[in-house]
């Protein structure tokens, strides 16, 4: 039997065993979105439960770094896993990636770079997200010097990894004339870019913050360091 035709781009893309989406888009990022907010929301407040006095600023960054675990282990590592089967799958999580994959058919397609940067995702960044969100929220001072440096890791593969995914997309399409999403501009500057787009900006804020953080501990080492020789 043929496959189904597809809405993806470019139109010849190969999508094996394709079946449209059954469940209201509204419905689909309802319920996505209740489970992300039950997730985040919970997550933060056990933070506070755990530690009353930590700041607001502290309790955004526990919230940020939940939000990436919980997309990069369930979401993301949902993909990894069901690659093959997404395009035929009615699931919450398939019906999300065959809507998104209207951005990049990519996602579609079983792409040897989706896959291993998304499979190096799952495995790093996923883990190193909650490492980074708890010790945030124990806010112990002792282990400020281990937060800062998991914050600062994450942060920088965050934005290495996006760095190659708009990189290597804008690229097929520059060189080999290759589009990966639909010309609407809800898929490309709504999708694509802007679903995107914070983790090419608050992983700068948080990398900004944890050099802060540590050039003032080098600092106030050098100043203690300092006043043990003037005595």
Known sequence: MPDQPHP????????????????????????????????VFGSVMLAKWYSPTLKQGDQLVVAW??????LHLFFEGYYVLNHTTLSASQSLFAQLWKEYALSDSRYMSSDPFMLCIEGLTVLIWAPLSFTTALLTARNRASEQGWRHLAQATVCVGHLY????????????????????????????????????????????????????????????AAEAEKGKKGR
């Open 8 to 39: 993806y781009f470019p139109p010849d893309a190969v999508v094996r065993g394709y079946t449209p989406n059954e469940t209201p888009l509204v419905l689909i990022l309802a319920s996505f979105g209740g489970l992300i907010g039950a997730f």
């Open 65 to 70: 770094f939940a939000l990436c675990g919980f």
């Open 161 to 220: 990894g996006v760095a190659l995914y708009y990189g290597t997309c804008g690229l097929a399409e520059r060189l080999r004339g290759t589009v990966f999403s639909r010309p609407e501009t809800l898929y490309y500057w709504g999708y694509y870019a802007g679903m995107n787009a914070p983790w090419a900006v608050v992983p700068w804020l948080l990398l900004w913050q944890s050099g802060k953080a540590i050039q003032t501990a080098f600092r106030q």
